[in-house]
């Protein structure tokens, strides 16, 4: 996908200043946008140019990553802090309830305000994310070890080798995830890296990436469980990162989940490869009236409950039967 020509705005919060994309107008309902790592708010730049028509798009850097400036000796960089300051974002710009749309590790910050503050949220969209225990993925485990080494890591960055690896080379996590590696160009890796050319990105980054911790989705299961807002799951059939499987289940547990899509040929990366499809899809789930969310919500309910039931016979027959004793036939004794 090419640049898009879209400028970053920023609003102060009391963690720092917050780096943003924003499309469409005040008039329409408003959707927050979060990306996870190792990208940044120009991850959601085609999804936000397609939906900007229907609602107000917000797509914020999130702390640690991209343009976003927040110290991080003083400001945790968690999941938990993430959220936090995600709820302030919105709030700063008006919006006290929102739909939100969420994408990697940003959904464990979704799924922490999904949970915890359930009011603020109008709608849902789970596409590719962390969920329970399944992450760091390894290809993120991998660079919190190096992460231990932080002067060799920085040293690395700041001499272009990150750089040389994520465009150069067949091992590049970037083009693991995408399903066809041609619609990833190295100008979009290069500006998902760009903001680790200074020192005091680097900074940042490592603050984000070993903040890093599955505990977070774990504890947000609860609340999940007793989520009833509409939400839909959508996700990359090919995503070499995270299974198709984690959003069933997250579909599964949400009593609010009415929609799970699974869109072939694509892969973690979907906005990089198939931005219309989705937009169309999540445009069409954010747009409808609440009253047809409710029908659905039974809908999918009663799926649900089938597709349990269904499970349980399933089984059943796959137990064992137990064989009977056979009693042994008395002999009489034959008469000399």
Partial sequence: MS???????????????IAYLETGTSAKPPVLFVHGIPTSSYLWREVIKFLQNDFHCFAPDLMGLGDTIVDPTNTSFHMDSQAEMLIEF???????EFSIVCHDQGGAAAQIIAANTPQKVTRLVL???????NWPVPAIKRLQNAGQFKPVMNALS???????LETSTRFS????????????????????????????????FHAFLMAGNPSY?????????????????????????????????????????????????????????RPS???????????????ESAADETAAAARKRKAA????????????????PVAEAKTTPSAE
């Fill in 217 to 273: 989705t774990q504890q947000a299961v609860h609340g999940l469980k007793q989520f009833k807002k509409p939400t839909a799951v959508i996700w990359g059939g090919d995503d070499f990162y995270l299974s198709p499987s984690w959003g069933r289940q997250l579909y599964e547990d949400i009593p609010g989940a009415q929609l799970f899509r699974i869109v072939p040929f694509c892969g973690h990366f979907w906005q990089e490869e």
């Fill in 277 to 291: 499809e989705f937009a169309s899809v999540m445009g069409e789930f954010l747009a409808k009236p609440l009253e």
């Fill in 127 to 133: 596409t590719d994310c962390v969920c329970y225990d």
């Fill in 173 to 204: 996590s970037f083009k693991k995830g995408v399903f066809d590696p041609d619609r990833l160009s190295n100008e979009s890796i290069q500006e998902y890296l760009r903001p680790m050319k200074t020192a005091e990105g680097r900074e940042r």
């Fill in 309 to 324: 039931c269904a499970d349980d016979v399933k089984a059943t027959k796959k137990k064992k039967k137990v064989a009977l």
């Fill in 90 to 96: 919105m709030e700063k710009l008006g919006h006290s």
């Fill in 158 to 164: 700041r001499l272009g080798f990150s750089e040389w």
């Fill in 3 to 17: 640049e898009s020509p879209l400028q970053k705005n920023t609003i102060d919060t009391s963690y720092g200043k």
